[in-house]
């Protein structure tokens, strides 16, 4: 069964820095490329930043350019977004997601909640 | 405002057909293939339609899509009170380099 698990969201100051990660199991982590993905409360969905598959190539929405790092680790089936400098508009909730550039499908994560706020 | 279209509501009764539409350009649509989503209330979105037309496994076939030039299409036939939901197009955008999301359709069952 096809998991993607995140983690690591929670309360922050403005300012302030967050890591979240991404387990990955029950399909070939390596073969599939990523992207996070979040909706903030009340909202759409908004693609944040994707990662090609052996880590190349790495691209990101305008909106976090420059603060936000995605990054991946095939030994560990695992995705990162490592996310600095945080606004109170980027309160949402942020989603993993995997996709097969061949079979075309792509699966995705039960989404973990990042609140900015003082 | 999304590069990509879709009307903000749509409605139907039981057992009806409902169409949503989803509109965008030759960097997304016009040159990618189509995803839509369902998500309902407080749960992560769920994959419907990958491929423009496939559906995954478990998918009931009620569930369609199409893809026309700059435009898609899902289908719900046979309409549930259960598919009740947000519903969202995306298409990788050659221009953004990333996936584009449509602003979402809420479907109410009447």
Redo the contacts between chains.
């Keep these: 069964e096809v998991q993607l698990v995140e983690s690591g969201g929670g309360l922050v100051q403005p300012g302030g820095s967050l890591r979240l990660s991404c387990a990955a199991s029950g399909f070939t982590f390596s073969t599939y490329s990523m992207?996070w993905?979040r909706q903030a409360p009340g909202k759409?969905?908004?693609?944040v930043?994707?990662i090609g598959i052996s880590g190349s190539?790495i691209?990101?929405?305008d909106a976090v350019k420059g603060r936000f790092t995605i990054s991946g680790d095939n030994s560990k089936n695992s995705l990162y977004l490592q996310m600095n400098s945080l606004r109170a508009e980027d309160t949402a909730v942020y989603?993993c997601t995997a996709y097969s550039t061949s079979s075309?499908?792509?699966?995705?994560?039960?989404?973990t909640l990042v609140t900015v706020s003082s | 405002q999304?590069v990509v279209t879709q009307p903000p509501s749509a409605s139907g009764t039981p057992g009806q057909r409902v169409t949503i539409s989803c509109s965008g350009s030759s960097s997304n649509i016009g040159s990618n293939?189509v995803?839509w989503?369902q998500q309902l209330p407080g749960t992560?979105?769920?994959?419907l339609i990958?491929?423009n037309n496939?559906r995954?496994s478990g998918v009931p076939d009620r569930f369609s899509g199409s893809k026309s030039g700059t435009s898609a299409s899902l289908a719900i036939s046979g309409l549930q009170s259960e598919d009740e939901a947000d519903y969202?197009c995306?298409a990788w955008d050659d221009s953004?380099?990333?996936?584009?999301?449509?602003?979402?359709t809420k479907l109410t069952v009447l």
């Design positions: 992207n993905v759409g969905l908004e693609w930043s994707h190539p691209y990101y929405a989603y075309l499908i792509e699966f995705w994560g039960q989404g | 999304s293939t995803n989503y992560a979105p769920k994959l990958y491929n496939q995954p969202y995306a953004l380099h990333g996936p584009v999301f449509g602003g979402g």
